[in-house]
């Protein structure tokens, strides 16, 4: 079985009372209880305080471009689907930078497990508006507020059938790595978004100020029921809802394609001279 040391990686270089402590806490407690060893799983991430994340881990990583992840662990998917992938991302990366991408994972439902670090502001560049950013809020590039309606994570998840959307609070470390539980073991693309404060450059969504709206979702709740997650979805401001929100059981991309329905292209054996012909064929049309 693996233990917390297991996963020990550099030393955070994160604000004190940064959110991001939680969720890593939250996660590496989450996969010593599932049994789950470092090399049985790969982290993708961008850029952003989230896109430090897995370096403080040990595990497989590849950290890459700005909005760009989602790409890369879809790639990494296609060719070996039998290993557990993540991706991190942080609102700016995600529903900024990468937001046609997210809308296409969520399309295809990929079989890649989301967690998104909303503290509602670009941290590492220092406090810009982010697409979560409520509307009115002051920044340092907004100093009249932010003028775009704030983006709602949960309600475009359900509007695009997401196989599973859920949100979470850096503030309920128990609630949380449940549902990193519950994320990981769902089949097809899973979407957490963390509600964490940005204790440097976010004033206005503090710990306090969740601790007085947030609340878990109540029992006798039917995530599958859209209609009703969709109303779910668009409770925000004095009340905010934490759990799964929305979830279906749509076959993933992975299943639907046939060359790697039975088994993952890393073990598939490659005729090299079938290829090369076939590459040479397709490189014709171009001559």
Not at 219 to 229: C, D, I, L, Q, T
Not at 236 to 257: F, H, K, Q
Request: aromatic letters at 10%; charged letters at 20%; glycine letters at 10%.
């Amino acid at each position: 079985m693996p233990t917390l040391d297991d996963y020990k990686g550099q030393t955070p270089a994160w604000c004190p009372g940064c959110g991001n402590f939680s969720i890593l806490k939250a996660f590496k407690e989450a996969f010593v209880e599932m049994g789950i060893e470092p090399h049985q799983f790969i982290i993708v991430s961008g850029i952003g305080q989230s896109g430090k994340f897995p370096h403080y881990l040990k595990c497989n990583t590849f950290n890459g471009l700005h909005g760009r992840s989602l790409p890369v662990a879809t790639g990494i998917s296609l060719v070996n689907h039998e290993i557990l992938i993540v991706a991190e991302a942080g609102d700016g990366d995600c529903y900024g930078e990468g937001g046609n991408h997210l809308i296409n994972a969520m399309r295809r439902n990929i079989n890649v497990k989301r967690f998104v670090h909303n503290n509602q502001i670009y941290g590492l560049t220092k406090g810009q508006a982010s697409p979560t950013s409520m509307e009115g809020m002051i920044t340092k590039n907004q100093p009249f507020g932010v003028l775009s309606e704030q983006f709602n994570p949960m309600a475009f998840a359900i509007a695009l059938d997401c196989s599973f959307a859920a949100r979470g609070y850096v503030g309920d470390h128990e609630h949380l790595k449940g549902l990193i539980k519950e994320a990981v073991n769902h089949k097809g693309f899973s979407l957490v978004d963390i509600l964490q404060p940005c204790v440097t450059f976010n004033k206005t969504n503090t710990y306090e100020w969740y601790g007085q709206r947030v609340y878990k979702i109540e029992s006798g709740y039917n995530p599958e029921n859209r209609v009703e997650a969709f109303q779910k979805a668009l409770e925000w401001g004095d009340r905010i809802p934490i759990g799964v929100i929305y979830r279906n059981s749509r076959p993933t991309l992975e299943e639907r394609i046939p060359v790697i329905k039975e088994k993952p292209l890393v073990k598939q054996a490659i005729d090299f001279t079938v290829m090369k012909n076939a590459v040479q064929e397709t490189l014709k049309e171009y001559y």
